[in-house]
């Protein structure tokens, strides 16, 4: 591919916070993976990352430092395929100037994409992947699979959208909104290793999940956020605090379902139900109640357009943009600290059910969802959905797992059947 064509890309809005606030010891990442039902062929992935990438930019990019802002460059080549390890989602960044955004991991029937959340998001990550998985498949068994479901026809030349900073395209500016909100209850413990991470998955019917869901009048990311929230509270109870803080979870809300866009970039925000636990205690109908109510006011397109807009009139102050970077990095540290993980107790973000095309379909077993460990080691929760597999993950930088416990305890208790996996020992 040493004749791509060396173009470069502006960062998207929402990803231009994630290379200023990283540190030696910590960026945003994520993971999605496919399990397939056979072993992976390395040799065969080989070559459908060449192939995807010859279509898919996102595969090419490098990651770069300008004067004002940092960049994308198409370098014209995908990264290597690795094994995968035990501690998944380590930090991505150094030194050199040519980093690529997003890993390739294998191990025995797992293929996973680790990203860096200046690339793209959960969406745009898990139709990167499932483009991958379709080449792949195509090439092992000799299936033709349609581009479908997000999957991207490698036949067909790239479109300008794919690449679009899609906030910009839909934002109106009519109003904005405010970030303040008081600060959340932050569960503490003994912290790992800095580049350690704790990842605990429950494997359960999807659609048992989806009855006890609707038995609540709810969906299920409203019946899940509402469990952690319930889980997170009871902590905080056990913990006698002197003063309460509001139990919060930061919930991103697709665009791409809201604006017919076809980005392969960030197009996501943020809502952050929750309850303030000094009104007295609440039970968890009362709180899945709150969380419902709160996401059918908060989720809607014009309330989600203000948001929209207030991040991006921040990016688009004139002032602003001609200061040199090393400022800018200074300033979007210091808005991190005070607006990012400090306003919420934990985030959960669902992908919900994942489809690919009914000729993959026999080839794969279940797809997962998976956050990085977070700055302040907060647990944090993924999930997707494939056929009757709901994977639901948390990731810790914290030994203790009693948030988890009860999460999955809870969820036992409705009588849904839950088996665990993690990548470490339990502790505490």
């Known amino acids: 591919m040493a004749d791509t064509k060396r173009a470069w890309y502006r960062l998207d809005n929402a990803a231009k916070i994630y290379p200023a606030v990283r540190t030696m010891k910590w960026s945003g990442n994520f993971r999605v993976s496919v399990t397939l039902k056979e072993r992976v062929d390395i040799e065969v992935l080989k070559k459908a990352l060449t192939d995807t990438a010859e279509r898919l930019v996102s595969l090419r990019l490098e990651l770069h430092r300008g004067f004002f802002w940092y960049y994308f460059e198409d370098s014209g080549n995908p990264v290597e395929v690795t094994n995968d390890v035990r501690n998944p989602c380590a930090r991505f960044g150094g030194r050199h100037n040519n980093e690529k955004p997003y890993r390739i991991r294998v191990y025995e029937n797992r293929i996973a994409l680790e990203v860096f959340h200046v690339l793209t998001d959960g969406t745009g990550a898990m139709n990167i992947l499932k483009s991958l998985t379709a080449r792949y498949i195509s090439l092992k068994y000799g299936v033709n699979i349609p581009a479908t479901d997000g999957i991207v026809s490698l036949d067909e030349k790239p479109s300008d959208e794919e690449m679009e900073d899609a906030f910009k395209r839909y934002a109106r500016f009519k109003t904005v909104k405010s970030r303040k ?34 038995s609540y009048g709810v969906t299920v990311t409203e019946f899940i956020t509402a ?31 809201i604006y017919p866009s076809k980005t392969l970039r960030n197009f996501a925000l943020y809502i952050n139900p929750g309850i303030e636990p000094r009104y007295g205690e609440f039970t968890l109908s009362e709180i899945v109640e709150d969380v419902h109510h709160f996401m059918k006011m908060n989720n809607k397109e014009k309330y989600l357009n203000a948001i929209l807009c207030k991040n991006l009139s921040d990016e688009m102050d004139l002032f602003k943009r001609i200061t040199p970077l090393f400022i800018k990095n200074i300033v979007m540290r210091a808005a991190f600290n005070m607006y990012g993980e400090n306003l919420v107790s934990s985030t959960f973000s669902n992908l919900g059910m994942v489809k690919v095309p009914a000729e993959m379909e026999r080839y794969i077993d279940r797809f997962d969802f998976v956050f990085g460990r977070f700055k302040r080691g907060m647990p944090s929760v993924a999930a997707a959905s494939f056929g009757d597999k709901l994977c639901i993950s948390w990731s810790s930088g914290i030994v203790e797992k009693d948030v988890e416990r009860k999460f999955f305890t809870s969820l036992v208790k409705t009588g849904i059947h839950v088996k665990i996996e993690s990548n470490l020992f339990l502790n505490g």
């Open 181 to 214: 909100e008081l600060r959340g209850y932050h569960f503490r413990g003994t912290k790992l290793k800095p580049h350690d991470i704790s990842i605990v998955t429950g494997v359960m019917s999807a659609e048992r999940v989806h009855a006890v869901s609707r």
């Open 227 to 257: 469990l952690m929230i319930y889980s997170f509270m009871q902590c905080q109870n056990e913990s006698r605090v002197r003063i309460e803080k509001p139990v919060k979870i930061s919930v991103p809300i697709n665009l791409r379902k």
